[in-house]
C-alpha cells in the first residue's frame, strides 16, 4: 500500500472541511472495500476521513412510516435489525447474501453504496480500463466478461454494480441523504448511480467531497412480501451473476403493485420498469411473469460469454414473483 | 501519531503508519501471533479478532481504525492455561487437525454465539462462510459448534474432569493431544518463527511464462533503504538447481542437467539465462524488513525478451511447439508404458462393446491457507546451516540440499519444520527457496527469512494434477469388462519436481483398474513439460487421477450398455476369495470385501428407492442425480526394494526411537512428520497400548534432522501410521524385550519366565514378589551396576520397519446432487462414505482425514482449476479467482467404516490419510452427469461451475442429444482461450492406435478436444 495520511472526525462539519481542504482525500466507512482496493493500487488516496465516528449508526421510524438509515450503520446490524427483517425483509436478504460475517461486522451502509465494481479489469492496475484510468480502453468487451453487463453498458465500459444491498434499495425506491459543499440534498435512488456512457469513471450524481448521511425508506406496506434472490457461481461469498429483489403486492389473483431490480446486469442496480409496467393489473400468472420478464430483457445487448445472464435473470425474476404469488 | 486500543483487556499504545493493518500491528507490534495471516484479502478468515466485541477480518481493517476500540485475540479468552467452552467443544468434537485456521474459526464462532446462542446448522454453516478451512471438511466444526452451543447454556457445569479412557488404548478416539495448545493460538508456524538479527528476503519472479533473459540491472534497487543485497543467478556461483530422485530407470527419458551428473535436474534458485514459468524464480532482496524488501524489488529491472509459450501437454508435443530445454526433444520427458498391449489391443478388437473418452483431471493447487516460508542461518564459526522451513520432509531435503544444491557436508545441514498449517501434498517437495535462504544467510552474514503470500502462492508452489487421458475401455453386453487401454498425459510443468516423474506410471498407471478384475489392462504415461509451474503429488497423488478415470469410465459403460451403474461394479469388482489379487499392473491388492462396502454405501443413500426424491427434485425445477465412487488405493509407502524398481533412489521404510527416561516417562522419536494428522496422539495411543502407560507420560518427538533418528522418512501418502506406526509398535517390542531380558538377569530366572504387563516386568512362577514397574528397569538399566554379560545401557531401542508389500483401503461413495434447471447451480445433499482402512487406532482422527478428502474432492469436481491463459500468464492467484470449498456448500457427512486388517503389517492398519479422496471427485462429476443424462449428457469437465453446466444443458436441449456413440461433451469454460461456447460436441478422443514409446509421435494422435478446457 501506498502511504497516506489518516483522520476520524467527529463531527460532520470537521469531515466535510476535512475532505474539501485536501486533494486525494477520500472518505472511509468499513474499509471492506477501499482498503482492498488500495491494496491492489487501483485506490490511491493521500488521506483517507474515517467517518466512523460521525453520528450516523442509527435505524430510526421516520414519520411517514418509513424507515430512515443512518449511513454509518454496519450492514450486520442493518440485516438483523427487526423492523428491516419484517417491513423490507428483500433488504435484510440482500445484505445477509453478500459477503462474509466478519465483512458485514466492519462494512457500513454508505460504503456499501459506494462499492466499487469487481470487474477483473478494474481490479488489474496493469491492464487498461477506462473507468480506472479514463481513456485508457477496455479489454471486456473482447476478453473476460462473463460476469459483465447485459444491460446499460456504453462501449467504454461494461462493468457491474457489485452491491446486493443496493438492488433492493432501488426496488423500494430508496432516498438518499448527502451533504454536499452545496448544502444537503436528498437523491431518490434511481437519479443516484449514473450509467457509464462516455464517463465510466463518474459512478454516481454525487459532487466531489459528498458525504453520504442516511438512506429512508419511504413506507411500502406490501414490502413485506418481498424477497431477494442471487444466482452466483458458488453457494456462498461470492459476488452474483444475476439478482433480483421483488416486491409483490397481489389480490384476488392479480398483480396490484409490483417492484423488481436485477442485480448484476448492469453498470447500475437495474430497475426494471418495464417489467412493472407490463405487469400491473395482470393476473398473477406465471404466463404473465414470463411476458413481464422478457419485456424487460428484450433490450439485452449480452456479449459473448454473458448470454447465459438473460434466460438466468428471467428464470430467476418468474421463479421469484411465483414464490411471492404464493407467500401471499 | 500516538493512538491507544485496549488489547485483551489491557490498555496499550501504538504508533504505526496508517498503512498498517491492524493484523501486523497485533503480529509485529505486540507479539501476538495466534492470530494468522492466510490471504490477506480478507477471504479466508485465518486473521478474525473480535473488535468491539464483533468477529472482523483483522487483514482487512487498518490499525487506526481500531484506535480507541477494544481488541480481542485468541489470547484474550477465557482464563490463560484453559479453553472456553468453544474451544473445549472444538477440542472434544476433533474439529482441530493442523490448528493453522483454529484461532480464526474460535473467534468467529465465539461471535456468533454471542448473538446467536441457538443456530440452526444452516446458519452455523452461513456463518462459517467467513472462514476458509482446507482439512476438516468444516463437519466436526460444525459439530463443535453446536456442542458448544449446548455447553455455553450449561453455564460453568460443562466443565468436566478430563477424560479417562479404559481398556484398550488402540481403538479409542482420545481428543487429539495435540490441540489445547493450537486453540489458545499457541503453536508456532513457520511465520511466527524469528531469529535474532533476522533479516527479510522477497523473490523477485518472472512475470512471463517464457523469455529470454537479456540482462539484469539491481543498481537502484540495492541502494534502496534498508536493502542489504541484491542477488541474481550470476552471484549464486557453484551453486547447483535441484535434483529429481525419482525416475524411472527401465524407460529413454530426458530431462534438463544437473551439474552432479548424477541426476536430473529441476529449477534453479535463480534463473540464469531464460525463465519458463510465471514464477520462475529471478532475483532475490533481502533487506532489514518486508516491507523495504518487497519496495526494492520494485525497482529491479529486467530485460526480458519474450518468448512463445505452451502451457498444454498435447499442444506442447506438436513439432511446432516452442521448446523449453535444449536437452529435452519435443518436450517429451519420456514415454512409459506398462502392461500388455498387444493383449489390451486384441481383447478390444473382440469385444462386443466399446467406449471411448477423453477424461480431463484439471491443474489444481493446494492452496492451503498456511502459505509456505523458509529462514536459513549459518554460523561462520561452526560452519553449521540451519534451515526451518513447514516442509514435510525434513531428512530428506537435508539430504538432497547438501548433496545436490549446495554442496555442503550433510553433518553441517540441519532441517527444522516448526508446526505446519496443512500441505495437502505440496509441502512435500525440496523448494528452490529453501536453500536459497541458506545460501544467502552465508552471503549476508544473518539469519534470512522469507514468507509467502497467496497472491504469491501459485507461483512458489508445484500445483497438481493436470492429466489428460485418452480412454478405451472394453466389454462384453451383459456388462463384464475385458480390457482398458489408457494413453496419458501429464503436464509436468517447467521443471520437473524431486518426486514427481516417478509418480504418472506408479500411481497413476498402476492404479487404473481401480478396484475391477480387468483382464487386459494397459497404461502409456507421457510426461511432458510446459510453460506452467511445475506440478506434483497433491493430496490424493496419482491415484486420484486413476479412479476419476476408471469411475467415469465404469459410468460411460454402463450408459452404454443400458445397466444400473452400481451392478457393472458388482459384476467387475475384485470378489473377497481372490485376494492376494494381481491387477496386472504391478498392484498385488492384500484384503477386502469390495463388493460388500458397494452394497453398504447403497443401503445407506437407499439406492434402489430414490424415484420419489427424484420426482419430489424435479417439482422444486431440481433434476437429482446419484453418482458412485468406488476405489482401491495403494498406501504405505513401502517396501524400500520395490519403491527402488521403480526408480526410487531412496529407503523407504519407516523409523521409531523409544527411550524409558530413568524417571519413567517415554520419549518417542518417529519418522514420521505430522502436519494435521494428530500423530502426536495416534503414536502415543500405540505406545500406550503396548507399554501400559497413560499417554500424558509419553513425549513424541519429531521434525527435527537432530534428533534421535538415523534418518525420518517423513509423513506422505498415507505412509505415516502403516510404517512408521508399525516402526513405533515394534520399538515397543524391542522396549518389552529388553525389560525382560534385565529383570531376568534381576530375578535370576529364564527369560521366557518373564512377562512384561502394563508399565511392569514380573516373573511367572512369583508375580508378585519379582515385579519391577518399567521405570524401576529403566533406573537400574540406566545406573548400569548390574547388567547381564552383553546387555547394554539405558533402556532404549530403535525400531526399524520395511513392508514386505504395499497396502490397499478401499472402499466406496456416494453423492446425491441435486442441479438446478435454471441457473445450474449443483448442490450437494448428501454424500455417503464406506471406507476400510483396515485396524483404526482413532476412529474419530481417521474420520477427520475422510472429512477433508470428502472436501477437496467436492472442492476440485465443482470450483477448483487453476488457468493460464496462451501466453503462460496465470489467471488464478487468489480464493477469489481460485475458489475453495466453504461450509455452506457442503452437507453433513455419512460415514461408515469397515475394519479389514492387512495381513502386510502387525497393526493390520492401512493407509487413511489421503486415500479417501480419488472416490470423491467421480462421485460428484457422475452424479451430476446422472442428472442430466436424459438430455443426452454423459460427459462434463471439472469443475462444474453453473455457466458450464447451463450451457451443457442448453446446449443439449437445442441440439439434440448426440448420435449414439458420441457424447454432448462441455468444456470448463472461464478460461481466457476464445471459444469457450461449449458447444455439444462429441467428445470422444482417445486412440489406442499409437505406436508404443515412440516420443516424437506421441502428440500425433492428440485429438481434437472440446474448446476452453481448462489448461
Redesign the interface.
Known sequence: MKEFGYERPAHPTDALAMIAGVAGARFLGGGTNLVDLMKLGVETPAVLIDVTALPYDFVTDDADGGLRVGSGTRNSDLAAHLAVRRRYPALAQAVLAGASGQLRNMATVGGNLLQRTRCPYFQDVTKPCNKRVPDSGCPARDGEHHNLAILGGSDLCIATNPSDMAVALAAFDAVVFVEEPAGPRAVPIADFYRLPADEPQRETTLEPGALITAVALPALPWAANSRYRKARERASYSFAIGSVAVALDVADGMVRDVRIALGAVAPIPWRAYRAEQSLRGQPATEVAFREAADAELEWAQPLRDNRYKVPLVRNLMVRTLIELVQAS | MDRALTLNGVEVRFDV???T?LVDLIREEFGRTGTKVGC????C?AC?VL?GG????SC???A??A?GASVTTIEGLGEPGELTAVQDAFWEEHAVQDGFTTPGLVM?VT??LS?NPDPTEAEIR??L???LERVTGYHNVVAAVESAARKLKQGDSWKIEPEVVAGDMVGASVRPREAPEMLRGETDYIADVTLPGMVHAAILRSPHGHATINGIDTSAAAAMPGVIGVFTAADLGFVMPLPVIWVPTDVESHWPPHPSGMVPGGQSLLATDRVRFVGDQVAVVVAETVQQANDALQAIRVDYEVLPAVVDAEEALKRSAPQLHETVPNNLCMSAPLGDKAAADAAIAAAEVVVEETIRNQRIMANTVEARGAIGSYDATTGDYTLWTNVQPVNPIRLLIALYVLGVPYNKLRVIAPAIGSSLGAKGYLFADGPLMLWLAKAVGRPVKWLDTRSSYPRSTPHGRDHVAHATLAGSRDGKISALSVRGFNNLGAYPVINAPGSPRTLIGQSVTGAYDIANPYYEANLVFTNTSPTGPVRGSGRAEAIYLIERMIDRYAGEIGMDPAEVRRINMVKPDQFPYDNHLGWMYDSGDYPGALDKALEMVGYDDLDARRADSRAR?KRLGVGIGSYVAAAGVGPSAIMGSKGLVSGTWGSAYIGIEPSGEVSVTTGAQPHGQSQVTTFSQIVAQELGVPLEAITIKHSDTNGALYYSQASYGSRSLSVEGVAVYNACQLIKEKARQHAAHLFHCPVDAVEYGPAKVFARFAPDQAVMTLQQIAFTLWLGWDLAEGMTPGLEAKGFFDPPEFNYPYGTHVAIVEVDE????V?LVRYVAVNDFGTVVNPKVVDAQSHGNIALGVGQA??EAVRYDETGALLTDSY?TY?IV????LPSFELLRTVTPTPNNPLGAKGAGDVSNPPVAPAVVNAVCDALSDLGITSLDMPL???TI??AM?SASAGGAAGSGGSASAGS??S?SAG??GSASAGSGGSTSAGSGGSASAGAAAAAEPAGAAS
Open positions: 503508519e496508517p498503512r493493518l490477506e484479502t480478507g477471504e478468515g478474525t473488535l464483533k468477529a472482523v477480518k482487512m481493517v487498518l487506526a481504525q484506535d468467529s461471535d456468533l448473538r452461513s456463518w462462510d467467513g472462514n425445477g435454471q441457473t445450474g447451480h448442490e465443482l470450483y477469489s475458489p466453504r461450509a455452506s456448500e461451475q453453473p455457466h447451463w450451457r442448453s469454460g472461464g481466457a469457450s461456447g
